[in-house]
């Protein structure tokens, strides 16, 4: 078991290393990031987990639309009827039964929390998700101003996707939705196992 994790670290290394050093020499070609990002293939999978006793899960898409625009697509399941704050949070650390170990939201613009339709808001600021009579929530939005590529300081990649108890009713510093109930850890397609 001991060897699969090294051996498992080791590649998910070697495969991180590889793909900086292309675009390391992207750039020194002279091919912009965005234009590299604009054409390529770009895409993360969030797999969500319960967090806070919720029974809460979910398999959620992140494709990078354009250069600055990444959809976010997927089922969300176990959730209470209604609307659930959602949020990208900083760290990709998804270990803590309260999934406080996630952190607060991505912010890297130094903005106030708000809405993503109106205004200043959080980089991280997705707004809500409703859920139906069944609790699940059908998501599909489009977050402007970020990426999935692993450098930059707009990249979701590496990051956590947070789904929480109760509406976020958009108020800084953070909404007021309440505890965690579900995270995910953004992980690029080409990264993962």
Do not use: Y
């Amino acid at each position: 078991m001991i060897f699969s994790n090294t051996k498992k670290n080791a590649v998910t290394m070697e495969s991180r290393k590889f793909k900086m050093a292309f675009l390391a020499g992207s750039l020194i070609l002279g091919v912009s990031a965005q234009n590299a990002l604009a054409h390529s293939d770009l895409s993360a999978t969030a797999e969500l987990a319960p967090k806070s006793g919720s029974k809460v899960s979910g398999t959620l898409k992140l494709i990078q639309l354009s250069a600055d625009k990444v959809l976010v697509t997927g089922m969300v399941e176990g959730l209470s009827p209604g609307k659930h704050g959602f949020h990208i949070h900083v760290n990709n650390n998804c270990d803590s039964p309260d999934a406080m170990s996630a952190g607060g939201h991505f912010n890297p613009t130094g903005n106030h929390h708000g809405s993503s339709r109106d205004g200043e808001h959080h980089l991280g600021d997705l707004g809500n998700i409703e859920a139906n009579d069944r609790g699940q929530a059908k998501v599909n939005i489009e977050i402007p101003g970020v990426t999935v590529a692993l450098i930059g300081m707009n990249s979701i990649a590496e990051r956590s996707l947070i789904i929480h108890a109760n509406p976020d009713d958009f108020s800084d510093p953070a909404g007021n939705s309440g505890a965690r109930v579900a995270c995910g850890e953004i992980e690029p397609d080409m990264m993962r196992m």
